[in-house]
């Protein structure tokens, strides 16, 4: 039974008889002294096992990642999961976004067409800091997880080390962020894109430096990871682009093309 349902149920009960249970009638001559105690006990301890019951199924909930957030908690919950992936070594400890997101756009529970191989995206908040600073970018939020599920970072300024460790290798990264979204292993594959580029890219050693990939593939190359445990056929996909001016890495369920 879902929370909901049960606070639901409990804001059904009428309010004489949460006042009868913290203030029984004295004079009733229906009922005995002893009686009067007795309900009065019994209501109290029905109420409170009835709140301890939604607590218990809340806290459940948010253990099982299974609470549904609000805008105002996605903010939070961004800004949380963004310190995560820094302390994990996915991005730089300097990469914060400055203030409140300039824009938090929700996007519904889709399923993608086969541009997407059929991947369904989650219902999800979508935070965007555009205001400037050092650094700015958008962020997915999945409203059920509380994951970040596709991430677009973008430094200010040149220079992959603005955004993640110098000593980061493609199989590093993509094993973090395959303990980040509880997956138990991934493999990359070639990157075949027919319909906009008419491109084929050989998939990269995991050995290669992630930073060396912008030297390697100029022109728009992205990674194609398949992740064991996430939507069979589904890949998630890592981005990087780096120019004179700024540095950019997008990398999570979304490609930067179409």
């Given at each position: 039974?879902?929370?909901?349902?049960?606070?639901?149920m409990l804001n059904?009960?009428?309010?004489?008889?949460?006042?009868?249970?913290?203030?029984?009638?004295?004079?009733?001559?229906?009922?005995s002294p002893e009686?009067?105690?007795?309900?009065?006990?019994?209501?109290?301890?029905?109420?409170?096992?009835?709140?301890?019951?939604?607590?218990?199924?809340?806290?459940?909930?948010?253990?099982?990642?299974?609470?549904?957030?609000?805008?105002?908690?996605?903010?939070?919950?961004?800004?949380?999961?963004?310190?995560?992936?820094?302390?994990?070594?996915?991005?730089?400890?300097?990469?914060?976004?400055?203030?409140?997101?300039?824009?938090?756009?929700?996007?519904?529970?889709?399923?993608?067409?086969?541009?997407?191989?059929?991947?369904?995206?989650?219902?999800?908040?979508?935070?965007?800091?555009?205001?400037?600073?050092?650094?700015?970018?958008?962020?997915?939020?999945?409203?059920?997880?509380?994951?970040?599920?596709?991430?677009?970072?973008?430094?200010?300024?040149?220079?992959?080390?603005?955004?993640?460790?110098?000593?980061?290798?493609?199989?590093?990264?993509?094993?973090?962020?395959?303990?980040?979204?509880?997956?138990?292993?991934?493999?990359?594959?070639?990157?075949?894109?027919?319909?906009?580029?008419?491109?084929?890219?050989?998939?990269?050693?995991g050995s290669t430096?992630?930073?060396?990939?912008?030297?390697?593939?100029?022109?728009?190359?992205?990674?194609?990871?398949?992740?064991?445990?996430?939507?069979?056929?589904?890949?998630?996909?890592?981005?990087?682009?780096?120019?004179?001016?700024?540095?950019?890495?997008?990398?999570?369920?979304?490609?930067?093309?179409?």
């Amino acid at each position: 039974m879902k929370r909901e349902t049960i606070t639901r149920m409990l804001n059904g009960i009428d309010d004489r008889y949460i006042s009868e249970a913290a203030f029984p009638d004295p004079v009733s001559p229906r009922e005995s002294p002893e009686r009067i105690v007795h309900m009065k006990k019994k209501r109290i301890v029905t109420l409170a096992l009835a709140a301890a019951l939604i607590l218990a199924l809340g806290a459940a909930a948010y253990a099982g990642g299974s609470v549904a957030l609000g805008p105002e908690a996605a903010e939070g919950i961004a800004i949380e999961q963004l310190a995560v992936w820094r302390e994990m070594g996915l991005l730089s400890r300097n990469v914060i976004f400055e203030g409140p997101p300039t824009k938090i756009v929700e996007s519904p529970e889709r399923r993608g067409g086969d541009y997407w191989y059929g991947r369904l995206f989650p219902h999800c908040y979508e935070l965007r800091w555009y205001s400037g600073g050092e650094y700015w970018g958008t962020l997915d939020v999945d409203t059920i997880s509380g994951k970040i599920m596709c991430a677009y970072v973008v430094a200010s300024e040149p220079g992959t080390e603005k955004l993640f460790p110098a000593e980061l290798t493609v199989d590093r990264f993509c094993s973090l962020l395959a303990e980040y979204w509880g997956f138990s292993g991934y493999r990359i594959e070639d990157t075949i894109d027919e319909d906009m580029y008419h491109a084929h890219w050989a998939a990269v050693d995991g050995s290669t430096l992630l930073k060396e990939l912008p030297e390697m593939y100029p022109m728009n190359y992205y990674l194609t990871v398949f992740f064991e445990g996430d939507q069979e056929g589904a890949p998630m996909y890592v981005w990087l682009s780096s120019s004179d001016y700024s540095t950019s890495l997008l990398f999570g369920n979304a490609h930067p093309i179409g």
